[in-house]
Nanobody, 121 residues
């Protein structure tokens, strides 16, 4: 599976942004897909994930009520809708795919290249 993240950019606090993770490869619809982020000088952290078929989701506390993860299996794409963004959301956002429904970073075998989100006025 190959993943391509896009949609990052500069956004003002309180604004919205939608990230996309486009995949190529067989049976993408069966993979769990997650978003992680890494801020400067910090470790990469879990943001949200979505299961393949039943589409259950898990969110980090920092993302609850502001971010929404979704997927369109017909397009082999997973989205992260980010609303009411804050300066602390500034990071490189990565999408990743795996077979276990978990927040653990080491469970994800396939990674996209990352897209930078900068929240600033």
């Amino acid at each position: 599976v190959q993943l391509q993240a896009s949609g990052g950019g500069l956004v003002q606090p309180g604004g919205s942004l939608r990230l996309s993770c486009a995949a190529s490869g067989p049976a993408f619809h069966s993979y769990v897909v997650a978003w992680f982020r890494q801020a400067p000088g910090k470790e990469r952290e879990f943001v949200a994930n979505i299961a393949g078929v039943v589409r259950g989701t898990i969110y980090a506390d920092s993302a609850k009520d502001r971010f929404t993860i979704s997927r369109d299996n017909a397009k082999d794409t997973v989205y992260l809708q980010m609303n009411d963004v804050k300066p602390d959301d500034t990071a490189v956002y990565y999408c990743a795919a795996g077979v276990v429904f978990t927040k653990r970073i080491n469970a994800y075998s396939y990674w996209g290249q990352g897209t930078l989100v900068t929240v600033s006025s």
